[in-house]
């Protein structure tokens, strides 16, 4: 997770008393909630009956969801990015279509690990990265969600997860080496594709793009989680100051 910054005084990090940490896991929640409300007041306008929405994955989609339901009758479907993505959606009367069923997606809301001041993220800590990124790219615009303690001057702290063909697993740990980074399998963890995740930690994503590009080219990786390419075209990051908004760069 990445250190507050900017006009953020969010402080999860240096307190530990287990009172305090209560009332932040509290107040980190409310901002997860404020951020969802804030995409909410965001797309609400622009749905009609034949909208669909693409919805992500996470504690902060999760409240997305929650105040999605409010407006349901609004839009026609949502595509989900996992299988926990739409039990959720289903169990609040959304209905949930298959990517391949439905004809365009008007947005896509999600959350994000890390957030730059480009709008690029890294995403997957929930380990749904690559149906996550197939959704954003069916859909017309990303809408990205997050307490403010995402933003990030540079990815790279939080460890980059990249998705793996099981038998693939050593060959590519081996590539992200060579690379710079040191993987950690994230064992006992299937993802809704039947693949593995590999966390590589200590990268300093200098140039997104190209790290995104480099590491979707080692044979055996289905998918990493720097959305570079599928960057947000929107941000709505709720901190103690309010909801602030970062546009990516045209
Ligand atoms: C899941 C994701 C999530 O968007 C990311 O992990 C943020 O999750 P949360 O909202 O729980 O902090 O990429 O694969």
């Known amino acids: 997770m990445g250190e507050p910054n900017g006009p953020f005084t969010y402080s999860a990090n240096t307190i530990h008393s287990p009172t305090t940490r209560r009332f932040i896991n509290h107040s980190q929640?409310?901002?997860?909630?404020?951020?969802?409300?804030?995409a909410i007041s965001y797309i609400g306008p622009k749905l009609n009956s034949k909208s669909i929405v693409g919805v992500g994955t996470?504690?902060?989609?999760?409240?997305?969801?929650?105040?999605?339901?409010?407006?349901?009758h609004t839009f026609d479907a949502a595509v989900a990015s996992s299988e926990e993505t739409a039990?959720?959606?289903?169990?609040?009367?959304?209905?949930?279509?298959?990517?391949?069923a439905a004809p365009a997606l008007d947005v896509y809301v999600d959350g994000a690990d890390e957030i730059d001041h480009?709008?690029?993220m890294i995403k997957g800590g929930g380990?749904?990265?690559?149906r996550e990124k197939i959704v954003a790219a069916a859909a017309d615009e990303f809408v990205c969600i997050a307490d403010a303690s995402k933003l990030v001057a540079r990815l790279g702290t939080f460890p980059l997860p990249v998705e793996v063909i099981p038998m693939a697993r050593s060959l590519v740990a081996r590539a992200l080496v060579a690379m710079g980074g040191h993987p950690i399998w994230r064992e006992g963890v299937i993802t809704d594709n039947g693949?593995?995740?590999?966390?590589?930690?200590?990268f300093d994503i200098a140039a997104p793009l190209e790290l995104e590009r480099r590491i979707n080219n080692v044979a055996g990786v289905i998918c990493n989680g720097i959305f570079a390419q599928q960057a947000a075209n929107v941000a709505?990051?709720?901190?103690?100051?309010?909801?602030?908004?970062?546009d990516a760069k045209p």
């Open 87 to 100: 039990r959720r959606l289903s169990a609040h009367g959304v209905p949930v279509l298959d990517l391949n």
């Open 29 to 38: 929640d409310e901002l997860k909630r404020q951020a969802a409300q804030a």
């Open 58 to 72: 996470g504690s902060t989609a999760n409240c997305f969801i929650d105040e999605l339901a409010n407006i349901k």
């Open 236 to 246: 709505f990051l709720a901190g103690a100051n309010g909801i602030s908004t970062l």
């Open 127 to 130: 380990a749904a990265l690559t």
């Open 118 to 120: 480009n709008c690029n």
């Open 195 to 202: 693949n593995i995740i590999l966390d590589v930690h200590g």
